[in-house]
């Protein structure tokens, strides 16, 4: 079944100059798996195209079922160079919720907000 990211994880995110760098962490071991899977870099960069103008890269952190993204020119030119309503980016890591993964029927019940079908 296809999920939208936000059932099965939550986001973090922090700035450095025109770098964005961003945290997916699974509600639950059973769904880190498939973030790990599905949610790769270069996938995480198409999801934000015309955004994200440079290099993403991926730090698997495993030991917390988490995910870190450094997305480089994702600022539009940082802080202090940007007019951007959102310099800081702090929707970048809202906006990747909506990314779909695939998942087995069988961990529906762990999944948070979904409504029964």
Do not use: W
């Not at 922090?14 to 059973?30: M, Q, R």
């Not at 995480?44 to 195209?49: C, E, G, N, R, V």
């Not at 890269?57 to 495993?62: A, K, L, S, W």
């Amino acid at each position: 079944m296809k999920v939208l990211l936000q059932h099965l994880a939550h986001c973090r995110s922090g700035d450095k100059g025109n770098t964005s760098n961003i945290s997916v962490i699974a509600y639950a071991p059973e769904f880190y798996p498939y973030l790990k899977e599905q949610l790769t870099a270069d996938r995480f960069k198409s999801h934000y195209t015309g955004v994200v103008t440079g290099k993403v890269t991926r730090h698997d952190v495993d030991g917390l079922q988490a995910l870190n993204f450094v997305a480089e020119g994702a600022l539009g030119g940082g802080v202090s160079r940007s007019l951007c309503l959102d310099n800081y980016g702090k929707s970048l890591s809202a906006g990747v919720l909506s990314f779909e993964l695939e998942i087995p029927e069988a961990l529906r019940p762990q999944l948070r907000g979904m409504k029964e079908p």
